[in-house]
C-alpha cells in the first residue's frame, strides 16, 4: 500500500458527509413530537367546533329541527346569501370595522402619552400607574352598567353637558359606545407602551440630554424605534377585541340595539337566541371569522412571525448543501492516481 492510498483527504476534513438516507440536523434539533399535546388541544378546541360551526351553517336550523340537528334540512350556501341579502349583516360589519378603527386610533396616542408620562421616576408614579388601570381591571358588565347609568336622559353627562341628548337611543349612539370603548380600551395600549419604553437603555437617554436633543427629536429617533413591535401587537389585538366586544354594547343599550350600534356579535346573538335561526346565525358567525382573520394575517405577514435565524434552511439553501455534498463525495485526481498505483 502506497502513502497515496494511505493519506487522509484533509481537504474535506472541516465538513462531515451526512450517509445517505440520514436525517438532517436542522430537522433533528426540532422535536416535532412535543406539539402533539398542543396540537391535539387545538383540534379539539378551535378546528373540531369551527367545522361543526361550517356544517351548521348549511343546514336549515331552528327550534323545530334542534332536537334532530343531524337530520336537518341541507340548505348549503342558502344561509350565507340570506346573511348578505335579507339581513342587516352587512350593515353591522361596517358599525363593527369602524368603530374598531376609530377606538383603535383614538386608544394608541392616549395609551403611549400615558406610558411616556409614568417612565420616569416621580413620587406618587405607582399610584398613577394604578389609577391608570382601573379602566382595564373592571369588568365589562360594571362598566356597561355604569356608563348606562350616566348616560340616562336626567344622567350626570346630560346634566354636565347641560343637554338632552339621547345618548342611548338613535345616532348619538354610535358616539356613547365609541366614548365607552375608548375609556375601557386604552390601558391595554398603555401597558404594551410601558413594557416597550423598560427596553430603552438609561444610556440612550442619558447620550441624548448631553448632545441636547429636543423632546420631539428623542420621541421621533430613540423612543417611537423601540415602541414600533409593541404598538404593532396592541393594534391589532386592539382591532380584533373591539369587533369581538359583545358584553359592553349588550348591557350599555339592551336588546334590540338602535341601528348605529347594531355591532356583528350582538347581531349574531339576536339571530340564534331570539329568532333561534340557529343555521343563519352559524353563517353569520364564519362571517365574522373571517373578517377578524384577515387583519390577524396581515399582521402575521408583517412581522414574518414564520420566519428567522431558527426556520431552518430554505429550499435553495437545501439545494446548495445537497451539491456540496455530492462534490464532496467525488472522487478526485490524486485518488484515481493512488487506487491505479
Given at each position: 500500500?502506497?502513502?497515496?492510498?494511505?493519506?487522509?483527504?484533509?481537504?474535506?476534513?472541516?465538513?462531515?458527509?451526512?450517509?445517505?438516507?440520514?436525517?438532517?440536523?436542522?430537522?433533528?434539533?426540532?422535536?416535532?413530537?412535543?406539539?402533539?399535546?398542543?396540537?391535539?388541544?387545538?383540534?379539539?378546541?378551535?378546528?373540531?367546533?369551527?367545522?361543526?360551526?361550517?356544517?351548521?351553517?348549511?343546514?336549515?336550523?331552528?327550534?323545530?329541527?334542534?332536537?334532530?340537528?343531524?337530520?336537518?334540512?341541507?340548505?348549503?350556501?342558502?344561509?350565507?346569501?340570506?346573511?348578505?341579502?335579507?339581513?342587516?349583516?352587512?350593515?353591522?360589519?361596517?358599525?363593527?370595522?369602524?368603530?374598531?378603527?376609530?377606538?383603535?386610533?383614538?386608544?394608541?396616542?392616549?395609551?403611549?402619552?400615558?406610558?411616556?408620562?409614568?417612565?420616569?421616576?416621580?413620587?406618587?408614579?405607582g399610584l398613577v400607574r394604578s389609577i391608570y388601570l382601573i379602566p382595564y381591571v373592571l369588568p365589562a358588565f360594571v362598566v356597561g352598567t355604569f356608563f348606562r347609568t350616566m348616560l340616562q336622559p336626567q344622567g350626570v353627562v346630560n346634566s354636565i353637558l347641560h343637554t338632552d341628548v339621547l345618548w342611548l337611543n338613535g345616532s348619538a349612539s354610535y358616539w356613547a359606545l365609541a366614548g365607552v370603548m375608548v375609556w375601557t380600551s386604552w390601558p391595554f395600549v398603555y401597558l404594551l407602551s410601558l413594557a416597550g419604553l423598560q427596553a430603552v437603555d438609561n444610556e440612550v437617554h442619558e447620550a441624548a440630554a448631553?448632545?441636547?436633543?429636543?423632546?420631539?427629536?428623542?420621541?421621533?429617533?430613540?423612543?417611537?424605534?423601540?415602541?414600533?413591535?409593541?404598538?404593532?401587537?396592541?393594534?391589532?389585538?386592539?382591532?380584533?377585541?373591539?369587533?369581538?366586544?359583545?358584553?359592553?354594547?349588550?348591557?350599555?343599550?339592551?336588546?334590540?340595539?338602535?341601528?348605529?350600534?347594531?355591532?356583528?356579535?350582538?347581531?349574531?346573538?339576536?339571530?340564534?337566541?331570539?329568532?333561534?335561526?340557529?343555521?343563519?346565525?352559524?353563517?353569520?358567525?364564519?362571517?365574522?371569522?373571517?373578517?377578524?382573520?384577515?387583519?390577524?394575517?396581515?399582521?402575521?405577514?408583517?412581522?414574518?412571525?414564520?420566519?428567522?435565524?431558527?426556520?431552518?434552511?430554505?429550499?435553495?439553501?437545501?439545494?446548495?448543501?445537497?451539491?456540496?455534498?455530492?462534490?464532496?463525495?467525488?472522487?478526485?485526481?490524486?485518488?484515481?492516481?493512488?487506487?491505479?498505483?
Amino acid at each position: 500500500m502506497t502513502s497515496t492510498q494511505t493519506r487522509p483527504r484533509t481537504e474535506h476534513a472541516e465538513r462531515p458527509v451526512r450517509p445517505h438516507g440520514t436525517t438532517p440536523l436542522y430537522k433533528k434539533e426540532r422535536p416535532l413530537w412535543m406539539l402533539l399535546p398542543g396540537g391535539v388541544l387545538m383540534l379539539a378546541v378551535i378546528v373540531v367546533p369551527l367545522l361543526v360551526g361550517v356544517f351548521i351553517a348549511m343546514l336549515d336550523l331552528d327550534q323545530y329541527t334542534l332536537r334532530q340537528w343531524f337530520s336537518a334540512p341541507f340548505v348549503g350556501f342558502a344561509n350565507f346569501a340570506e346573511a348578505f341579502t335579507d339581513s342587516p349583516l352587512l350593515h353591522s360589519i361596517w358599525i363593527s370595522v369602524s368603530l374598531s378603527v376609530l377606538v383603535t386610533a383614538v386608544t394608541v396616542p392616549i395609551g403611549v402619552a400615558a406610558a411616556i408620562s409614568t417612565q420616569n421616576r416621580f413620587p406618587g408614579r405607582g399610584l398613577v400607574r394604578s389609577i391608570y388601570l382601573i379602566p382595564y381591571v373592571l369588568p365589562a358588565f360594571v362598566v356597561g352598567t355604569f356608563f348606562r347609568t350616566m348616560l340616562q336622559p336626567q344622567g350626570v353627562v346630560n346634566s354636565i353637558l347641560h343637554t338632552d341628548v339621547l345618548w342611548l337611543n338613535g345616532s348619538a349612539s354610535y358616539w356613547a359606545l365609541a366614548g365607552v370603548m375608548v375609556w375601557t380600551s386604552w390601558p391595554f395600549v398603555y401597558l404594551l407602551s410601558l413594557a416597550g419604553l423598560q427596553a430603552v437603555d438609561n444610556e440612550v437617554h442619558e447620550a441624548a440630554a448631553l448632545d441636547g436633543v429636543t423632546w420631539w427629536a428623542k420621541l421621533r429617533y430613540i423612543i417611537f424605534p423601540y415602541l414600533r413591535g409593541p404598538l404593532s401587537l396592541a393594534i391589532i389585538i386592539s382591532i380584533l377585541h373591539n369587533i369581538n366586544n359583545f358584553t359592553l354594547p349588550f348591557v350599555l343599550f339592551g336588546i334590540p340595539l338602535p341601528s348605529s350600534v347594531e355591532v356583528m356579535p350582538v347581531l349574531t346573538y339576536i339571530a340564534s337566541f331570539q329568532s333561534f335561526r340557529f343555521g343563519l346565525s352559524a353563517a353569520m358567525a364564519i362571517c365574522s371569522l373571517v373578517i377578524v382573520a384577515i387583519p390577524l394575517f396581515v399582521y402575521l405577514r408583517a412581522v414574518k412571525l414564520d420566519t428567522g435565524d431558527d426556520a431552518g434552511p430554505t429550499r435553495k439553501q437545501r439545494r446548495a448543501d445537497r451539491a456540496t455534498l455530492a462534490g464532496a463525495t467525488a472522487p478526485t485526481a490524486a485518488d484515481l492516481d493512488g487506487a491505479r498505483a
